[in-house]
């Protein structure tokens, strides 16, 4: 309903302040719950992923409990501490300190310099601007061309670091039918949650807007390049839904761990569906 305050004219100077003080808006719907909520779910993922791969503990579930499950966030081990069984071939031994943190530089470079987030954390936590037709918290405003936001243009090398990650956490879900002790070949609730997980990080790489210009970029007749363009079509109705698969993946991502983590840790035994 209108009130006397919404009908009052709001004094408008084009050209004028970029933000500060004097900065005002004209909407009056609630642009702020997106950064609100932007900025709840970022910053409780980043507390919890940062307490998870320095807890050094509780990330494998190995034969003892008959399973083979390795939380995402550790995988893949690579240091001499690893737990029994969550160890890969390659191992650093002069690494003492939590595993996990070591596989942490490629899904966050990955994820830090995505299209997506980079709209999401410059809105919600550096207001720049904070959303469509809101005054910039801020008086001036540099973009992406130079030191340091430039060097998010790194973003289609760590595309292909994220592939390696995906296709480790695919192997580590394929490794999860195995219920040594518990009759060899099995599905697990735990298996499904391995599974889930890669397949929402496939999905989310496959989404991405540096895959599909190199799927489908740089090319003036698609009538020239048949199977690209087959590619490009495939991966198109993906990249239209790229924000849902960030949050869908992020949000598993986590919900993955937890759920080795309450195994691995007694809370609960992972139950056999066959
Ligand atoms: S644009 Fe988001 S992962 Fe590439």
Known sequence: MSTVEDLRPVPVML???RGGPDARTLRRDRWWATPTVTVTFLTAFVVYST????????Y??????????ISPFYSPCLTASCVGGARGALFITWWTISPGILV?????GFRLTCYYYRKAYYRSFWRSPPACGVADGHGSYSGETRFPLILQNVHRYFFFIGLVFNTILTIDAIMAFRLPGDGGIGLSIGTLVLVVNATLL????LSCHACRHLCGGNVNQFSRHPL???????LTPLNARHMQLAWASLVFVALADLYVRLVASGAFHDPKIF
């Open 15 to 17: 050209g004028g302040v």
């Open 51 to 58: 307490w998870a791969v320095f807890q050094n503990a509780h």
């Open 60 to 69: 494998y579930v190995g034969a003892a409990a008959h399973r083979d499950l």
């Open 104 to 108: 942490l530089g490629g899904p966050l």
């Open 202 to 205: 496939w999905l989310y790489s």
């Open 228 to 234: 690209r363009q087959r590619i490009w079509r495939f």
